[in-house]
């Protein structure tokens, strides 16, 4: 038998998704990624391989396995985040059904629960490729690695909502490559649905304030007191709204990436005056804005023309009072489709489903970006996104789901890639004039 085959010889339908609900069921809500870290290292010892933790701020892990090789073949790494997008105990949230929490359970070939789809059974299809290499006793030229990051999910510490819960935006992948760890190229299981992501997104979250004061609601009687007009801060930003509408409208019509509409600009959150306070007016209003950008865009544009919207708001009314902080910038990135990493991917697509995968761009942030711009070509390539109501879609009614078969079809994937990546010569495939990781 070949490499492979012995591989895929531990490989089936049962342990992919005893492996995705096990995962699933281990919450790891953004800052609460420990218990799931610690189980797969549990997961990588097991299965013979080198394993380690890295600590990335207290009870926050990475977790890392790696087939050693012989030392002259490129190093490839798989590498998931471990945290969910949502905890499932927010509010609004907890209310949406058993399909919004970390509990799984299966219905023929699907599999549902909070992370099955974002990203816990494209992880598990990656770990149980790595892990089906290293029982099998493969002998790899390079190191085949599987990592698990925390924080990854777009999260923002903002007002009240501070600590390890809300610190994501690649936190994880970020300290990894700060901190020692590296790889020639890296594929990143998010739920694309078979296709090759070589380009992601990234954005500018932004803090627009308005300020009134806590004037009185009521009215009083008689001649000899007047009461002067307050000042409604949540009135003010009603009247903000429609002039950032406007300027959305206009940055989306002229922006574009490979020819196609692209970025995105949506009102995240509103929050103002005291919920607390009957009679009097609010004192204050944030809106919260995120302006999503492509490779190419600068945060700086952005941050300017978002600037110059708000200055002709105070030039049409000086008692606006409208502030500007940016709270957060995720990069873009891509690489080009003519990286080793693409065409290998591409080519176990192949082999395993028949067909060529669709070669693309996502406008979401992920930590492709991160680990790009640190000189490692990275793509995202999931086998999960399938609706079981058909199509493809983020959160379908019934919650996160992802199907079997796909998740098993995409281990088989993450075999044939490894053996065909890891058994080259490493500067044949990462010469330094490759036609090249490009960072904007």
């Not at 990143?188 to 300020?211: C, D, H, K, Q, W």
């Amino acid at each position: 038998m070949s490499m492979v085959e012995d591989a895929l010889a531990y490989v089936d339908e049962e342990a992919i998704a005893q492996l995705t609900m096990e995962m699933v069921d281990i919450p790891s809500p953004q800052g609460g990624e420990k218990a799931l870290a610690e189980y797969l290292a549990d997961r990588f010892r097991a299965a013979g391989l080198q394993t380690w933790m890295q600590e990335v701020e207290p009870d926050r892990y990475n977790v890392y396995g790696q087939l050693e090789g012989t030392g002259d073949g490129p190093t490839l790494m798989y590498c998931g985040h471990l945290d969910t997008t949502y905890g499932g105990d927010e509010e609004g949230i907890r209310d949406l059904g058993p399909g919004y929490q970390p509990k799984s359970w299966r219905e023929g070939e699907w599999i549902y629960g909070m992370g099955t789809y974002n990203m816990k059974s494209g992880h598990a299809s990656a770990i149980l490729a790595v892990e089906a290499m290293a029982r099998s006793r493969a002998k790899l030229r390079g190191n085949l690695m599987i990592a698990g990051v925390v924080g990854e999910t777009c999260h923002t510490p903002v007002g009240r909502y501070q600590g390890a819960r809300y610190r994501g935006c690649g936190i994880g992948a970020r300290f990894m490559v700060n901190n020692g760890i590296t790889a020639d190229m890296v594929v990143i299981p998010e739920p694309t649905s078979n296709r090759i992501s070589v380009a992601t997104g990234g954005y500018v979250f932004m803090e627009l304030m308005t300020r009134g004061n806590p004037a009185a609601t009521y009215s009083r009687g008689g001649s000899t007191v007047k009461i002067k007009p307050g000042e409604d801060a949540i009135e003010k930003m009603l009247n903000a709204i429609p002039a950032l509408k406007n300027w959305g409208e206009d940055y989306l019509s002229r922006t574009r990436y490979k020819g196609e509409q692209a970025g995105n600009v949506n009102i995240i959150a509103i929050e103002g005056g005291h919920p607390f306070r009957a009679s009097k007016l609010p004192c204050f209003c944030r809106l919260y804005l995120e302006v999503g950008i492509m490779p190419g865009q600068l945060h700086g544009d952005i941050i300017a023309e978002v600037g110059q919207v708000i200055r002709q708001l105070r030039e049409k009314d000086p008692a606006m009072e409208i502030e500007l902080q940016v709270m957060q910038t995720a990069y873009a990135a891509e690489i080009s489709p003519e990286e080793y990493v693409v065409r290998s991917i591409s080519a176990s697509h192949d082999l395993v489903w028949g067909e060529r995968p669709e070669i693309t761009w996502d406008g979401w942030y992920a930590d492709t970006a991160p680990l790009t711009r640190a000189g490692i070509p990275a793509i995202c390539y999931g086998p999960q996104g399938r609706a079981s109501g058909g199509g493809t879609g983020y959160y379908p009614k019934e919650g996160e789901h992802a199907s079997v078969h796909d998740l098993t079809k995409g281990t088989h994937v993450f075999v044939n890639a490894a053996h065909d990546i890891c058994m080259k010569d490493r500067l044949e495939i990462r010469k330094p004039d490759v036609a090249g990781t490009i960072v904007r």
